[in-house]
């Protein structure tokens, strides 16, 4: 019999539980980006170490906490949270020395998830409200050249060996670190930032100190860019697009916690592409009679719904999650007082094109915040932002992450933090997005087919992703280049000739999948196994089911790998 898996509330032993929490204060003392996500007093004026000899400690420290598992387990398999803990905790280990053999650090460039762009977040994150918090920050500051220079030597070893990222991915990060530089009046986004001690204030010392450090910065970065453009990009000519077969195995364990099936899953997502064409058609008419989808988001993007203005967007998502938080709590979800706090922000110049949304500190003194990029728009139409905010907010990922705050001291830090898997956590974002369609929420035509476009584009990821990667056939059915094989290029035409999204959004992203193998796919695949959880629990539970409790309970379980979450959902 499996384990009652009903409760938040964990029983028994908890030492596999307490060698995972041990796991995470030993890599935030590595990784004190980590530390400030979580709001932990660890190395707050400290950076990574980006160079091979950073990765090479990270992967000792990953070899002995699998040792340590090993001996917590030789009692026996655990049961309840535990075994949960362990099984998780087993794979993720596992998975980064994968990737780490793999030699995927070596070539690791990204508009959204490489490690300078972490370091630059990483500010975003940290308190600022006294003169200790600027130190600090100033400290920190000064620590980017040398954060720089370790990723640099990096990319060299790389180069060395033959793992260079893809010339796309290059040109991008190359013009994302020029947009960093002209911000602020050309005098760099650091500039910009320490400006913000002028509301403290902070002493004239550590003011000084600030924009020597803020220059400092600015200047190695500049520095980065010139030996990306002067010395790397011209090594990536001939650099195929895609990361191959082995690679992408890899990069798909890490980003949904399961082997997957490319074949299976790339025939699968080309199903829900044709699924959703035809939805899309049918909505698109009620939208402007006789118009084709794209033709309906077009007139939706002229004559919908607009608010102008940065400041009026802003306030305009803060109201909309605000309400979402009014309307399901009590209803559909329990929300503590701390969880009903997220704020709606601005992402600075230079982000990628997509939204995306960090999660509260452990404290909650940091809330949870949604992030848009405006980049360079001041007229807003909102028919594409409804579904998206409940993706990025509530119910999506701030009910999820906030959740697991509130009980990771019951399970463990670990399994509620940096444990997530982007399949349990994109995927319950998604399915988020489906649950308040199902609930009424998306009853206006512009809305919904802004919903339906948002399904599409991950249904297409699924297909471009794999596709990119392994180079398949396209199939013969599609209206695009059937019975050629995918590029970069086609890919973009793709999305161009299905999405709502603009061409500038449509070129992030597809730099984006580039150069992460697999984390485009972790959506779909992740909302199927949500959704499939969820029918087997009502199947299970008959007329009992309670559709809230199971929200919370699947809420308070942390974080699943995908190899397991469809089964651990059903016996919730």
Known sequence: MPDDTRS??????????????????ALAELQPVLATRLGLDIAADQLPDLSPAGQDARDELDRRTLARLDEAERGGEP????????????????????????????CDMSNVFGPVQAVRGSFLMMPAATEHDWANIAGRMGRVRQAVDGYRATLTEGLRRGLV?????????????????????????AAGFVAGAASVPVSPPLQARLEAAAQDATAALAGLRDWLAGTYLPRTAGVRDGAGAERYRVGARSWTGADIDPAETYAWGWSQYLELREEMRRQAGLVRPGASAVEAMRHLDEHGEVVDGEEGIRQWLQQMTDTAVDDLDGTHFDLTAR??????????????????????????SRPGRTWLPTLGRTRFPVWDLVSTWYHEGVPGHHLQYAQWTEVSSQLSMYQTSIGGVSACTEGWALYAERLMDELGYLSDPGARLGYLDAQMLRAMRVVADIGMHL????????????????TAALGREFFIMHSGRNEAFIDSEIVRYLSAPGQAISYKVGERAWLEGRRAARAARGSDFDLKAWHMAALSAGSLGLADLAEELALL
């Open 8 to 25: 938040a509330a964990p029983s028994g032993p908890r030492t596999i539980r307490d060698v995972a929490d041990s796991y995470v204060l």
């Open 79 to 106: 049961a309840g949270d535990e075994r949960r803990c362990a099984r998780l905790l087993r794979e993720r280990l596992s998975s980064n020395l994968a990737e780490s053999e793999s030699g995927a650090d070596l």
């Open 165 to 189: 990222a893809a010339p796309l991915q290059a040109q991008t990060f190359i013009g994302q670190l020029d947009q960093w530089a002209a911000a602020t009046d050309g005098r760099g986004w």
């Open 339 to 364: 969880m009903r706090v997220v704020e709606a922000r601005l992402a600075p110049a230079g982000s990628a094109a997509a939204p995306y949304y960090t999660p509260p500190s452990q404290d909650f």
């Open 471 to 486: 180079e398949l056939v396209i199939p013969a059915d599609s209206p695009l280049a059937p019975g050629q094989r995918w």
